[in-house]
């Protein structure tokens, strides 16, 4: 039987918890239960305390390792990998020695802990929770209230991003450094079949992945007593005051109850939570003098949450993005609560419309509206909807869900250790000083077949045994870098380099060993020739290893020190 588990996630309680945290602070707690030894690695954010510090306490009777995190850490280019976050992840991983490292949202953290568990043999799981291993923004959506469909169009909401230092970089290479990533994870679990669905549509392999819903306490939720309130139907939102939540279409349907005279009269809104639109939501609340209508309730502790399904009728769930298994209306649902959900995502599997609840078209103000007052109008087909809702999640408890995970542990021909993807090779790019130009050679490659045959990443982004799978060196500023001209010559790799730079150029000629461009149409060029013909791309390459192994050359002399 395995003993010790390291669960990773990118906070964890008891600060900024969502759903995800919350999520992997009852699967650790369970595990110590069941008897395996948990731990826990975590970012916190601390911009008072000393960067990547690693903090160790003891919370709910786990060890957690924090590893401390600035307010930079979370932009875009930054976020997704991290070398002093991995650096740190070795160290708990060297203390605590686990035999299984169960991961949950890491985008935050580092992708590189992935690769650094694959290193140390481990055999790891991850859960997912939304749509970050494919989609930077999270939530799939587009412009407005616009659902992607075509996860390979990162490009047309952020063509580019710049990294924390200064590089200009193509959306789509830190998606195929994540997927480079994913493809080390031994086992994926997907609480919905929906979001596991995506994931396979993004590129996961199917047979890596097990839908095993989150669960939840029934026994913590079913003894909640509601406060009756026989004149009014009160309606709770719980969650993100954002955009994607579909704050803005609650808002909305809200005047339209107001302007019909129902608002008040025939039903009341709770409004629980904090975020970007709790300033639009007060106001709403003070121009129309409706205290009494609807109740701001602020962020309210998760231990404390009992108070707030207390006093709901019916769970609102507005969202316009595609939610995989909301927590909220698990809840809800084994509270005997009935849910009013948008018809997307994850919803679909838990509200079943008529039975459970009711569904709404997402983003659809009149018919969430209409939907609220047909449900104040009818409370004994509330009472029933509630039984049902209750009725199917009975049985989907913490410990049914914890039971499930330890399968996926004990399975090893389910879980053995990932061998990377060989499907996708790497174009490696050399540079410090990008150009935009950079980035949209890699744009035009994506546009068509022949780019998307590899994966591009930075040099500084791989570790030692990604070498095996590089077919190319592409020096993307003037002078590249010295370490990954001697690993390219030794690994036998292909070299792209810039005409510019005429000590490479001089290299390439006299070893046969690459190509060189004049400008970002000529590297385009250049690139499409070598990605088509791969047997000139390994002549190459093989020419660049003879090279090293006979010493013609000592870069670092030969190249007259223009290479860092």
């Known amino acids: ?9 990118n906070f964890y309680p008891p600060f900024f918890i969502g759903g995800a945290e919350i999520i992997a602070h009852h699967q650790a707690r369970l595990l110590q239960k069941s008897g395996y030894k948990v731990a826990v690695f975590c970012g916190k954010h601390d911009d008072s305390l000393r960067h990547y510090s690693l903090t160790r306490e ?56 992935v690769a650094r568990a694959h290193r140390h043999r481990i055999r790891t799981v991850l859960t997912l929770h939304d749509h970050w291993g494919f989609c930077f923004k999270n939530t799939l959506l587009k412009q407005q209230e616009q659902v992607c469909n075509d996860y390979s169009k990162c490009g047309e909401c952020l063509p580019e991003l710049i990294d924390s230092r200064g ?9 195929d450094y994540i997927a480079w990533q994913l493809a080390k994870v031994d086992h994926f679990v997907s609480p919905s079949s929906y979001l596991a669905a995506t994931y396979v549509k993004a590129g996961l392999p199917a047979h890596k992945i097990s839908v ?25 939102f719980i969650g993100h005051l954002g955009f994607h939540k579909g704050v803005h279409i609650l808002i909305a349907a809200m005047k339209l109850l107001l302007k019909r005279g129902y608002l008040g009269k025939v039903c009341t809104v709770n409004i629980v939570g904090a ?19 609807v109740k701001l309730w602020g962020k ?100 049914q869900y914890v039971r499930h995970i330890i399968e996926v542990y004990e399975d090893k021909e389910q879980t053995p250790i990932t061998k990377y993807d060989e499907r996708k090779h790497i174009i490696l790019c050399s540079g410090e000083h990008l150009s935009p130009e950079f980035a949209f050679v890699i744009d035009q490659l994506y546009k068509n077949d022949t780019g998307k045959r590899y994966r591009f990443m930075m040099s500084d982004w791989i570790e030692p045994e990604d070498w095996q799978y590089v077919d ?13 001209l001697h690993e390219s010559m030794k690994w036998g790799r292909s070299l792209l380099v810039p005409q510019r730079n005429q000590k490479l150029v001089e290299l390439c000629r006299r070893g046969q060993c690459g190509l060189f461009y004049a400008d970002e149409i000529e590297a385009e060029v250049c690139l499409q020739y070598l990605i088509a013909r791969p047997s000139v791309l390994a002549a190459l390459g093989q020419n660049a290893k003879s090279v090293s192994e006979k010493g013609i050359t000592n870069l670092s002399i030969a190249l007259g020190g223009l290479v860092r």
Request: proline share 3%; aromatic share 6%.
């Open 275 to 293: 975020g970007a639109m709790a300033d639009e939501l007060a106001t709403f609340v003070k121009t129309n003098q409706l205290d009494a209508a």
């Open 300 to 399: 309210v502790e998760h231990s404390q949450i009992e108070k707030v399904y207390q006093n709901t009728d019916v769970l609102v769930t507005p969202s316009i993005w595609p939610e995989n298994e909301p927590v909220t209306i698990l809840e809800a649902m084994a509270a005997g609560i009935p849910v009013l959900a948008s018809a997307l995502g994850g919803n679909l599997e838990l509200v079943t419309d008529g039975v459970t609840g009711c569904l709404f078209e997402p983003g659809n103000a009149q018919m969430l509206a209409d939907k609220m007052v047909e449900m104040a109008f009818n409370r004994d087909r509330i009472k029933s909807m509630g039984h049902q809702a209750y009725k199917k999640v009975a049985n989907n408890t913490l410990k």
């Open 1 to 9: 039987m395995l003993k010790r588990i390291l669960v990773c996630t």
């Open 58 to 113: 003891t919370y709910d009777g786990l060890d957690v390792f924090r590893v401390i995190l600035h307010t930079q850490n979370y932009q875009i280019g930054n976020n997704f990998r991290n070398s002093e976050v991995d650096d740190a992840f070795d160290a708990v991983v060297e203390e605590f020695r686990p035999e299984i490292i169960h991961f949950h949202n890491i985008v935050n953290l580092s992708l590189g802990i």
């Open 212 to 236: 095993i819903s989150n669960g939840i306490s029934v026994d913590r939720f079913s003894h909640i007593v509601k406060i009756l309130s026989p004149s009014v139907m009160r309606f709770t």
């Open 472 to 484: 190319l060196v592409w020096i993307v500023d003037n002078n590249g870098k010295e370490r990954d």
């Open 167 to 175: 590089r200009h970089l193509h959306i789509r290479m830190r998606q």
